[in-house]
């Protein structure tokens, strides 16, 4: 491994601390090296406050002058909620900067590297590029389409089923699975989930990490008719918001109880099946500076995203067992595609243990 590829792993490290709490902005984490030894590092720990360069370069004072910082993202040089970080580097007098990749948002997008190119400062950039993207992904497609970053997560037997034919569900997985999908909600910005999961299991979808610092996730429920019970755990909760989709023609009677509850109820015109437009549910959510959206199913809701390509990575927790049966819930429901060339095919897949399951996580290969 490289002198530089050695240090923008370590800076990776750092970034990966901050994943859950810096939305809308990326996670970025940032080291300063002088003669091939650590002086400073630092990472971003949420919008408003200094980025991750910012953070290291003020800790490193006096000894950055001379020294090599090495960041994830591309530095910024505009003013935001912050100064630019172009602006801190030149003024610390900083030789060399080496950048994981280069910044997706329009409006940095190169110009971070030019400031500083401009400045006399050497720059080299790409430099475990893969990994540095990965790590950006969700602030990327945000970002550049306005749309969240969806994940779809699931809990299945190995023969693809999520419930047996009576609908018995607890527990598919063990311990070491639920507690990383109580990870995975802390480092997603929203859980969303189906009525008929919130019908069947009468879920929180909130993090139970035993942790005193964790962030909570909007908790969405796509309900057209507005059928979720007022006494639903996932608007009694107080931990986040708890957001009701449902379409124009869900009875106005459900609405108000849902509201007076303390749901968010919110009416989005429908798509041609009658349901909840999905498309038109993650552009709002968008709106609401959501980045990243966790699909925790049921089945129906599933197919849904998948028919309509709108999942980017995938999660599947696979349980040791076989369940069987044509009654058996499938863990990916709806229509599914009537040939092979249509399917949704699967890139960069990792398949690793996990307790006694295994864990699969892959992302969707875009056409």
């Given amino acids: 491994m490289s002198s530089d590829a050695f240090w923008m792993k370590k800076a990776l ?30 990472y971003h720990e949420g919008a408003g406050k200094p980025h991750a360069e910012a953070v290291a370069l003020a800790k490193a004072g006096k000894e950055a002058e001379g020294a090599t910082l090495y ?3 591309e530095p910024c040089d505009h003013y935001g909620r912050t100064p630019p970080c172009t602006q801190a580097i030149i003024a610390a007098k900083i030789r060399r900067v080496v950048i994981g990749t ?34 950006i992904a969700p602030f990327a497609k945000f970002i550049t389409k306005r749309v969240p970053f969806v994940t779809l997560k699931l809990a299945m037997s190995a023969d693809g089923k999520i419930a047996t034919k009576t609908r018995e569900s607890k527990w598919l997985t063990g311990e070491p699975a639920r507690r ?11 859980v969303l989930v189906g009525v008929g999961t919130v019908l069947a299991d009468d879920p929180q979808l909130n993090v139970r990490l035993g942790t005193k610092r964790v962030k909570q996730p909007v908790r969405v429920v796509v309900d057209s008719q507005a059928r ?15 957001i009701i989709a449902v379409t124009d023609s869900a009875p106005k009677e459900r609405i108000e109880q849902l509201e007076l509850a303390g749901a968010e109820v919110w009416k989005l015109p429908p798509s041609s099946d009658g349901r909840v437009d999905l498309l038109k549910l993650l552009k709002r959510l968008a709106e609401r500076d959501i980045v990243s959206v966790l699909v925790e199913g049921g089945s129906e809701l599933s197919g849904a995203f998948l028919k309509q390509r709108l999942i980017d990575r995938v999660i599947f927790f696979i349980a040791p067992l076989l369940i069987g049966g044509r009654d ?31 864990v699969l996580v892959a992302n969707v290969e875009k056409a």
């Fill in 228 to 242: 979720t019970p007022p006494t639903a755990k996932i608007i009694r909760s107080a931990d986040s918001p708890c």
């Fill in 13 to 42: 490290r750092l970034a990966k601390k901050a994943i859950g709490w810096t939305s809308p902005n990326p996670p970025v984490g940032a080291i300063v090296v002088k003669n091939d030894l650590p002086v400073a590092e630092g």
């Fill in 328 to 358: 058996a819930v499938p863990a990916i429901g709806g229509e599914g595609f009537g040939k092979l060339s249509d399917a949704v095919r699967l890139c960069e897949v990792k398949l690793r243990r996990l307790g006694g399951d295994f």
């Fill in 180 to 190: 990383f999908v109580h990870r995975l909600r802390h480092e997603h910005d929203a």
């Fill in 71 to 73: 960041v994830t993202l």
């Fill in 102 to 135: 280069i910044d997706p948002n329009p409006i940095v997008n190169g110009r971070g590297i030019a400031r500083l190119k401009a400045a006399g400062i050497e720059v080299t950039f790409g430099v475990l590029e893969r990994e540095a993207k990965e790590l």
